[in-house]
């Protein structure tokens, strides 16, 4: 049996971690950086389905407002939505509630990381 040491911390799991960082009541990640909603992987048929007034005139990713996706509704911190949330990038799929691209974004906004 292994003791914990003072240094250790213990690892939320992802439900854990979904219900400990609600993305309705967050929205950093969306917020964060206009370079972070890029295409990447994504097919012609799954781009095609996103509004044309959401994607950057240079149709690398999403259009931003600042660092803020046109797509997101709502304030930061309080209450947010993203208006394409079925059809969103797989970037934002990728991120998380609780890893550490989440973490990051969070953190910018001086919201909870913990």
Do not use: N
């Not at 240094?7 to 219900?19: I, N, R």
């Not at 240079?58 to 509704?73: K, P, V, Y």
């Not at 911190?77 to 509630?97: L, N």
């Amino acid at each position: 049996m292994r003791t914990a040491l003072p240094t250790d911390q213990p690892f939320a799991t992802p439900l854990e971690a979904s219900v400990a960082f609600d993305c309705q009541s967050c929205g950093a990640c969306c917020a964060y950086s206009a370079d972070w909603p890029r295409f990447s992987t994504e097919e012609d048929a799954e781009l095609d389905r996103i509004p044309e007034e959401l994607v950057a005139t240079d149709q690398s990713g999403m259009r931003c407002e600042g660092g803020r996706c046109s797509a997101l509704r709502g304030e930061v911190g309080k209450g947010t939505a993203c208006t394409i949330y079925e059809i969103r990038p797989h970037v934002c799929r990728a991120c998380m509630p609780g890893g550490g691209d989440c973490l990051m974004a969070r953190a910018a906004y001086g919201l909870a990381v913990s």
